[in-house]
């Protein structure tokens, strides 16, 4: 706050970055503001836990601060990670389709990802697959979320339904070392232009 107070440039602010921390306020700040999130829930008390599950079948779950990625809720987490005496964790409804990692900066999608998720069945194991999504449909109403949080730079987690980005994170302190080396370079170089305010390179 005090760089913003002395006039300096900074990519995300302390208003962006508290988002990061706790993901339930984010989730509710987004809904509050009209956004379209799914059905979750917050919470350490086994009897509300079970009944949310009851109502969404199939739950993914995440914990409530920092960063981590959604996954399946089975009864390895719920025997673990449900307890009064530990902190609350984060469930949302399974969306049933692959997420979709968007990189939004100063307004404008830089790229958005298609992420199969890894699995294990018998000896077939597959690792995570990532492909080049459009975005064009969307791309409105992310940069519109990412602003809403005060942020500037930041990864979007979502899944399409009825045409509309259903936000399930934004990460205001993305890391994309985990790219594919392609993918990585495109970025690097749409990110370093968009903040030097160069035209964007041509895709390949």
Known sequence: ?????????????????RFGFAKARLLAELKRAGFFVPQWLCSNEMPVVERFCEEHGRVMWRPNTGRAMWQLFLDKQRKHCVNPGKPPVLLAAHPEQAFVRAF???????????????????????????SVCDWGGVADELARAVSQIRASWAQVTYVVQDGKPCIYDIDVDPRYGWMPAEFRTYLQVRLARKLLELPAPSAA
């Open 1 to 17: 706050r005090d760089q913003d107070r002395r006039g300096v440039r900074v990519v995300n602010s302390w208003d962006a970055l």
């Open 104 to 130: 939004v900066c100063s307004g404008e999608v830089l790229l958005a990802l298609n992420c199969t998720a890894p699995y294990v069945e018998g000896t077939e194991e597959r690792m995570e697959e990532l």
